[in-house]
């Protein structure tokens, strides 16, 4: 029998090079390399709480939104119909850009 905690835990996606997820119903990810190897075994979370700035000079949170919604275009993984996402940047612009990324996304796939 699986168990259910785990499950939920390989559904939520914390990317944050930095802090960590609020409880234990998250995995964390610390690079998008990391999160991008969390998708491609796992698929894409119901869940994603992104951070914008992962380090100096490497792929940023907006990398990572814009890889998953390349990844659903080129029809290699599929956002779930239960989908939702947070943004806890502390870099203003950074959260903005991955909102309107996603929520401009999310708003043209449903229509």
Do not use: C
Request: proline share 7%; glycine share 6%; no cysteine.
């Amino acid at each position: 029998m699986s168990n259910p905690t785990q499950t939920t835990r390989q559904r939520w996606l914390f990317l944050d090079d930095l802090r960590d997820p609020p409880d234990d119903q998250w995995v964390a990810a610390r690079s998008f390399a990391d999160a991008v190897s969390h998708v491609t075994r796992h698929g894409i979370p119901d869940r994603i709480s992104f951070d914008h700035d992962l380090g100096a000079n490497v792929p940023t949170g907006h990398d990572f939104a814009r890889w998953l919604i390349e990844q659903h275009l080129d029809g290699m993984q599929t956002f779930p119909k239960t989908f939702s996402y947070t943004v806890h940047s502390a870099n203003p612009p950074g959260a903005a850009n991955i909102r309107g990324l996603l929520d401009g996304f999310l708003r043209e796939s449903h229509e």
